[in-house]
């Protein structure tokens, strides 16, 4: 397998690669550091590669992790392709590289099956139409009381009862 060049800041992307191997050599896999030296790059994150054989998934199958677990959209899939295949494979996600730009050199073992994006998040909506949403639509509350004889008026009583106040203190 040629080498694979990996961009920086690459999101979302899954690569799917079937392992040529016995079941313990890709249990091995699990292993910290191993997935790096079949990959030919060092500071993956463990976190983001599944490695399992196909069986664990009973029903759901490759198809049903992919398009379900994944959120890969099901026109990229091809599930007589992926019905077909057996034994360990390995999932990759792009977060496994932190956002650096690496060049993989996969082991002879390793065999890419696909390339495949996530669904983003559309975080695009509708136009909301109630009256509610609508601008200067809140009720509108009348303006404070800022007449002066007013506020004089307050300023007086409040310093009445300061005098008072500090009168009876005085008394007791």
């Given at each position: 397998?040629?080498?694979?060049?990996?961009?920086?800041?690459?999101?979302?992307?899954?690569?799917?690669?079937?392992?040529?191997?016995?079941?313990?050599?890709?249990?091995?896999?699990?292993?910290?550091?191993?997935?790096?030296?079949?990959?030919?790059?060092?500071?993956?994150?463990?976190?983001?590669?599944?490695?399992?054989?196909?069986?664990?998934?009973?029903?759901l199958g490759l198809y049903?992790?992919?398009?379900?677990?994944?959120?890969?959209?099901?026109?990229?899939?091809?599930?007589?392709?992926?019905?077909?295949?057996?034994?360990?494979?390995?999932?990759?996600?792009?977060?496994a590289f932190g956002d650096?730009?690496?060049?993989?050199?996969?082991?002879?073992?390793?065999?890419?099956?696909?390339?495949?994006?996530?669904?983003?998040?559309?975080?695009?909506?509708?136009?909301?139409?109630?009256?509610?949403?609508?601008?200067?639509?809140?009720?509108?509350?009348?303006?404070?009381?800022?007449?002066?004889?007013?506020?004089?008026?307050?300023?007086?009583?409040?310093?009445?009862?300061?005098?008072?106040?500090?009168?009876?203190?005085?008394?007791?």
């Open positions: 397998m040629n080498d694979l060049i990996i961009t920086p800041h690459e999101r979302g992307v899954i690569r799917l690669f079937s392992l040529d191997m016995r079941p313990e050599e890709a249990k091995f896999l699990r292993e910290p550091g191993a997935v790096d030296q079949v990959l030919g790059v060092e500071g993956l994150d463990r976190a983001q590669i599944d490695i399992f054989p196909v069986s664990d998934l009973e029903d049903g992790y992919l398009s379900e677990g994944c959120g890969v959209s099901v026109d990229q899939l091809d599930r007589t392709k992926l019905e077909a295949i057996e034994g360990w494979v390995m999932v990759l996600r792009s977060a650096r730009s690496v060049t993989l050199s996969p082991d002879p073992r390793l065999h890419l099956i696909g390339l495949f994006t996530e669904e983003a998040t559309n975080w695009t909506g509708d136009v909301i139409e109630t009256e509610s949403a609508k601008p200067y639509s809140a009720p509108q509350s009348p303006p404070a009381d800022t007449n002066p004889s007013r506020i004089g008026s307050a300023v007086i009583a409040l310093l009445i009862l300061i005098a008072i106040g500090g009168a009876l203190w005085l008394i007791l």
